[in-house]
């Protein structure tokens, strides 16, 4: 298993009232796609989420978050959250919303 199927099922749940929500298997897990662009996804046993990069510094300043580094190298933008950050669907919701709210950068 490439990635945690059973976290995938509750995004999906949690995802399918959303207008224009779709999922796209990538970097060998699964990734949610709201309006086109990425929202969150499941690789492993993380939970991912996407984000603007100039929110970068408040994003992993919350627990159970580390820099997406996939290709060895982190990337601005997008997280791992660990397993111990969505235990619940409350945690699960919150990071969905959280990856929502922030899709746009910081304004000046």
């Not at 580390?66 to 060895?72: E, I, V, Y």
Request: some cysteine.
């Amino acid at each position: 298993m490439a990635y945690d199927e059973k976290l995938a099922e509750r995004l999906h749940k949690l995802l399918k009232a959303t207008k224009g929500v779709t999922s796209k298997r990538m970097f060998g897990g699964i990734c949610f796609l709201w309006k086109g662009k990425m929202l969150c996804g499941v690789l492993r046993e993380n939970l991912i989420i996407k984000y603007d990069k100039s929110h970068q510094g408040r994003v992993m300043a919350f627990a159970h978050t580390k820099p997406f580094d996939f290709t060895h190298k982190p990337m601005a933008g997008i997280a791992y959250v660990a397993p111990a950050g969505t235990k619940t669907s409350a945690q699960l919701k919150k990071w969905v919303e959280l990856a929502k709210t922030l899709r746009k950068p910081v304004k000046p």
